[in-house]
């Protein structure tokens, strides 16, 4: 093996980690929202954690981007530490199909449809069909097919670079006199966790391994070793993701660890137990890049189905190796979610929801402060507000760096609407609290509204509460139909408003009202004006996410023209329902 062959064993590896990178972001965008709707039924119980933990894996292509997913979900508050025991071991065994697949590489026959399996015949077509998606589609998703598909051949072909790079050591008494010397199973688990952690992918140094096994020299009792070394030096990419979290995110990385280490140390002891005793004959034979793969399943199932039952002993393991620390406030939404953009993009939704819902509760509870003043309510009232801009602030930050990850379609509107709204939410929390100070002028200086002036501002109430309501239910399940109700509800209390005020004035001009009370009930209205206008922004916003080409300005001057008979419907509709008499 010379100096060249180096640089093309080296070379196959980059176009490996490359193609895997690839592939795996293309394959986390397709995923999308059913990936992050997957989590979330992982806490259910072990069994459903286990199949989520596989099924994620394989759509990632990657165990370690898992557990830093894991590391970030549980840092951010999203889920309890102790569920993700079985969603690890699910990871463990879902990054096997990894190693299947490049088993491939080893297929040898003269049959024409079995040569179609080997890498090297179909790769090729898979590249021509994926540059095919990327030029030629429309749409996103379809080109992210291609990207998968071409991410798929470009492993493929590095696998193929390694495997001839290192096919001259067939013949290198060196490399035979080498082999003699990891027969030590201590040197084979130490060489895959050194390797592995290096270039921190258990996927590359299986290919490595599988590379290798294609000369020929390697027999099981060499490989074994170093495949159990490999799963623990996956391990590290989320030792290093724990440093500076929270002790329950570190504790997710330390169930990984242990599982790996457990595993390994039971399995080592049996193997060689049995092997003393019965003189495995297939200790010494030669084993290849299939061989290789079972030997990783064989691990990881019999593993978990030691461990799985005995998941939340693990958890107890990890509370007492780390202990509790005084926690600080929880990260809002962790940074490390980047490793998984449409996660990290659903629950910035989730958060954003959560603020809809604060808005509407203070804008519902200052209406009623409005009329019978308590202390306790302004109070909670004026905690959400600050609440709410905490929300503001942060999410528009997280978005924003967020935005700089590779995102599908759907996640880039989703995130869109996110951004666009939660400004509008948090002028909403904004106005609850001049409603607030309103009820605290009307307390300190005895004012009382006239009778006729309390029926508007009730009729007025009654429509802002719906308008509201609504608003963060199209919001919150993005639902068109409701949404596109808004705008003809905003329109009535925009008429409501102005009535009100041509007859406050009047009463002024009549003395019915004080200007006292004039500048309290003025205020008011424009509170609940100006809340309207945030609704319909709010639900010009769920739209949009859901347009290929959407242009809000147009939208809104078409269903406001005097053609449109859906927006006539609803105007009138709501025009009757809220009557000032």
């Not at 290929?548 to 269903?559: E, G, K, M, S």
Request: charged content about 15%; hydrophobic content about 50%.
């Amino acid at each position: 093996m010379t100096i060249f062959s180096l640089f093309t064993l080296l070379g196959g590896l980059a176009f490996f980690i490359y193609g895997m990178s690839q592939m795996s972001v293309s394959l986390e965008k397709i995923a999308g929202e059913r990936m992050e709707e997957m989590i979330h039924r992982m806490t259910k119980n072990k069994l459903a954690g286990l199949l989520m933990g596989c099924v994620i894996t394989i759509a990632l292509q990657s165990s370690s981007a898992v557990t830093v997913m894991l590391v970030g979900l549980v840092n951010s508050g999203l889920m309890n530490f102790a569920n993700t025991a079985s969603v690890i071991m699910g990871s463990n065994i879902g990054t096997t199909i990894t190693a299947w697949i490049m088993s491939l590489i080893g297929i040898s026959s003269d049959n024409p449809f079995i040569r179609m399996m080997k890498p090297e015949s179909f790769s090729p077509l898979l590249a021509f069909a994926g540059i095919g998606l990327i030029m030629l589609s429309k749409t996103q998703k379809k080109k992210d097919v291609g990207n998968t598909l071409v991410g798929f051949a470009i492993l493929m072909y590095g696998m193929m670079l390694m495997s001839g790079s290192v096919a001259p050591l067939a013949d290198s008494p060196a490399f035979a006199s080498l082999l003699t010397a990891f027969q030590n199973p201590v040197l084979g688990i130490l060489t895959g966790f050194i390797v592995t952690a290096v270039i921190q992918s258990s996927a590359a140094s299986m290919g490595m391994l599988q590379a290798v096994s294609l000369s020929g020299g390697v027999t099981y009792g060499v490989a074994i070793p170093i495949i159990m070394g490999q799963n623990i030096g996956t391990c590290v990419t989320a030792m290093l993701s724990s440093i500076g979290v929270g002790s329950n995110a570190k504790r997710v990385s330390v169930i990984h660890l242990s599982f790996n280490l457990i595993g390994t140390a039971v399995f080592m002891l049996l193997f060689y137990a049995l092997h003393f005793v019965l003189d495995f004959a297939f200790v010494g034979q030669i084993i290849d890049p299939a061989g290789i793969a079972l030997c990783h399943s064989v691990f990881n199932i019999a593993t978990t189905a030691m461990l799985l039952p005995c998941a939340d002993r693990l958890a107890a393991l990890a509370k007492a190796v780390i202990k509790s620390e005084p926690e600080g406030e929880a990260a809002f939404l962790d940074e490390r979610l980047f490793e998984t953009p449409s996660v990290a993009v659903t629950e910035c939704n989730k958060m954003s929801i959560a603020m809809a819902n604060m808005a509407m509760t203070a804008v519902e509870q200052a209406i009623a402060n409005l009329h019978q003043p308590s202390a306790e309510t302004s109070e909670a009232i004026s905690k959400a507000e600050k609440k709410i801009d905490i929300y503001e602030d942060r999410l528009g930050s997280y978005l924003v760096r967020l935005s700089r990850s590779p995102l599908s379609v759907g996640d880039n509107r989703k995130a869109a609407k996110i951004l666009h709204s939660i400004g509008n939410f948090e002028r909403i929390g904004d106005h609850a609290i001049n409603l607030v100070y309103a009820a605290k002028e009307i307390t300190k200086k005895d004012i009382e509204l006239s009778e006729e002036a309390a029926h508007e501002l009730g009729v007025l109430e009654s429509a802002v509460s719906e308008i509201l309501r609504n608003t963060v239910a199209a919001y919150e399940t993005t639902d068109n139909d409701l949404a596109r109700k808004i705008e003809p509800l905003e329109q009535v209390i925009d008429l409501l408003t102005d009535t009100i005020r041509l007859r406050h004035i009047e009463r002024l001009q009549t003395g019915a009202c004080t200007i006292e009370r004039g500048i309290v009930f003025t205020n008011v209205l424009s509170d609940y004006e100006r809340i309207s206008d945030h609704c319909s922004n709010i639900a010009v916003a769920v739209l949009q996410a859901d347009a290929d080409v959407f242009d809000p300005h147009a939208y809104l001057r078409q269903i406001k023209a005097a053609d449109n008979p859906d927006f006539r419907e609803m105007f009138t509709a709501y025009k009757e329902k809220y009557p000032l008499a």
